[in-house]
């Protein structure tokens, strides 16, 4: 932000920023503006907030290149076109506004405005964190291109240690305001000197690493296996996911659970969701009476969740995870299908059993800025819930059960974050308030759509690890929306991938990682950076992009990019079915799958 000269007006500055050699920050204001967005560019860390609400995407791309002189006019708007197909997104994107948009598209835009005016200088503050890893993978090899065609100088703000392994000659890395180790990345990686640096690579998953004592996907000896569980129940972990003793040993104190006549079966039962929405009609096409379009976001989704389960969904940008999330909760309404809470249909539910919904069920939105009302102080933001649902007989009552759910998500010592509003904490830190707003009503089930995705990984390994506590302890059941196959690899008992609006496949984690069954899973597999490897991820594993959910493909959604694509798959829209005759909890909607 300093390099930019967008820190506020009363933050103090020293030292020096040299670009093209002219000191920046003496010169003030008037020398920043010749030089950002024209010599140094910047892609902010969240989307959401750098996006103007009220103006196009389209519009604001055009803004930097208006403002020096790059194009204007016809120009502009074809360099806006071509900026959007750089970032993989399709030229329509830029009539739409910033809501209108997914958390990866937005990203994207972020990134094809900081490009507008073809800087020599671009920080890319979490450039990756909001993406999916085939668009991850491509946005990387953008970069590199970038960076070696044109000479673009990087500078990548960043806690994915596996993206900085693909990307970075050099790596610099800070705790605390200081820069405590910098070096080649080679050197860090095999030799780290501090030991923060040691504690951050130790930290990061590895996606076949499954057999790790610190959590992960089902090993075929644990202990469902030992206690002859079926493939259903959760597994049981030991709390030592995280490598801070606080959050090993620390356990929040919690409102007593809420009241329930639990029937038996899933917690969460959701069969042929669907989910549209209405497309704008331009004034032609209104006074020609033009079918409306729709946005087919959730086309069909069923799935299930049981107490202490955590199922990762994983996706695409744009393929309807957070929609389907929404709906489950009924923050949106649905077309067709059914979603049961715990035998109760939640489709049909008055206000006041919503209310209760409320409670039992949380949502983890996946922009904490765009979630947490500037307004509010992080006490205020925390002590709303339990004022609505009147938990805590007193102020000072509610103030202890604040500062344990703030100690359980690693903001400790809590009293210092109490008085502050969102805009004076990172993103990371308004990440962490925004879990522990969510678990301090004790739910039974966790939506939590990107919930560490902000983290660096020492973080969100304490904060997954509370998570894996709470499900062994309260049976806590977490359906978590994730780009990170890692993260889900580790953590998750059974994974779904979802690709435009429909499940294509799910099954216990271990086998969706180690024996994919459709092509798209192999393909989000092929993508994924490794911390181990310099070889970037390949990008082209499928063509292009995800299509228009507006005009879905008939037969396989998945046929125009699938690699091993047959001419049925033009005309059979495949259901889920196991791999073999005698079925199992591992499906595919795919016509190879279960095929002689």
Same mark, same amino acid.
């Given at each position: ?41 910047? &892609? ?25 002189? &790059? ?42 405005? %900081? ?41 990548? @703000? ?37 030991? =923060? ?10 996606? =076949? ?64 969701? /669907? ?49 389907? %999330? ?37 949502? /983890? ?36 059960? @604040? ?29 962490? @308030? ?57 953590? %998750? ?5 979802? =690709? ?25 597999? %092929? ?22 959910? @507006? ?46």
């Amino acid at each position: 932000m300093a390099a930019m000269g967008l820190l506020p007006s009363n933050a103090s500055v020293s030292g020096e920023i040299l670009i093209d050699g002219e000191e920046a920050l003496a010169g003030g204001e008037q020398v920043m503006r010749r030089h950002r967005w024209k010599d140094v560019a910047i &892609v902010f860390q969240g989307s959401m907030n750098a996006l103007n609400p009220v103006k196009t995407v389209g519009a604001q791309i055009i803004e930097p290149m208006a403002l020096h002189g &790059v194009a204007r006019g016809r120009s502009a708007r074809t360099r806006t076109s071509e900026l959007l197909d750089l970032v993989g997104l399709v030229p329509s994107v830029a009539a739409r506004y910033p809501h209108e948009c997914s958390g990866g598209m937005r990203q994207r835009a972020g990134l094809a405005m %900081a490009l507008a005016c073809e800087p020599k200088l671009l920080i890319a503050d979490e450039p990756t964190t909001a993406l999916d890893v085939i668009v991850q993978a491509q946005l990387l090899e953008l970069l590199m291109r970038l960076v070696d065609d044109r000479g673009l100088a990087l500078v990548l @703000i960043t806690h994915d240690l596996p993206v900085v392994a693909q990307l970075c000659n050099r790596v610099a890395v800070m705790r605390a305001g200081e820069v405590v180790e910098t070096g080649p990345l080679d050197r860090l990686r095999s030799v780290p000197a501090h030991p =923060y640096t040691r504690q951050l690579f130790d930290a990061v998953p590895d996606l =076949y690493d499954t057999h790790s004592e610190e959590g992960g996907g089902p090993e075929a000896g644990g202990p469902a296996a030992m206690n002859g569980a079926d493939a259903h129940t959760p597994r049981r972990r030991a709390a030592a996911h995280t490598p801070r003793q606080r959050a090993e040993t620390h356990t929040p104190r919690r409102p007593a659970a809420a009241p329930t006549t639990d029937p038996p079966g899933p917690l969460l039962d959701v069969a042929g969701l /669907v989910v549209h929405y209405p497309v704008r009609r331009s004034l032609p096409a209104v006074v020609a009476r033009r079918p409306r379009k729709l946005v087919h976001a959730v086309d069909g989704v069923s799935l299930h969740l049981r107490d202490g389960e955590l199922l990762a969904l994983v996706g695409e940008s744009g393929c309807g995870k957070t929609t389907l %999330a929404h709906g489950i909760l009924r923050l949106i309404g649905s077309k067709a299908g059914s979603v049961r809470f715990r035998g109760e249909d939640v489709t049909s539910l008055g206000r006041r059993r919503l209310r209760d919904l409320r409670r039992r069920a949380q949502l /983890v939105y996946q922009d904490p800025y765009e979630a947490l009302d500037p307004r509010f102080r992080v006490r205020q933001t925390m002590e709303e819930p339990l004022l609505i649902h009147g938990l805590g007989s007193s102020r000072a009552e509610r103030r202890e059960l @604040i500062r344990d759910a703030l100690v359980g998500v690693e903001l400790d010592p809590p009293d210092p974050w109490l008085e502050r509003h969102p805009h004076e904490l990172s993103g990371g830190q308004r990440q962490r @308030i925004a879990i522990a707003a969510a678990l301090i009503l004790r739910p039974a089930l966790l939506v939590a759509d990107e919930p560490v995705s902000m983290l660096d990984v020492s973080v969100r390994a304490g904060v997954l690890g509370l998570l894996a506590k709470l499900r062994d302890q309260e049976a806590l059941a977490v359906l978590m929306i994730t780009h990170d196959l890692s993260t889900a690899a580790r953590f %998750a008992d059974r994974i779904a991938i979802m =690709y435009l609006g429909r499940i294509v496949e799910e099954g216990p984690a271990r086998e969706v990682i180690h024996d994919p069954l459709h092509p798209y899973t192999r393909a989000l597999l %092929a993508a994924v950076p490794r911390l181990e490897s310099r070889v970037p991820p390949s990008p082209r594993i499928v063509a292009g992009s995800a299509p228009d959910p @507006i005009d879905v493909p008939a037969g396989c959604r998945f046929h125009p990019r699938c690699p091993v694509a047959q001419e049925r798959c033009q005309t059979i829209d495949p259901a889920l079915r196991p791999a073999t005759p005698d079925g199992g909890d591992h499906r595919a909607a795919c016509v190879l799958v279960g095929s002689p």
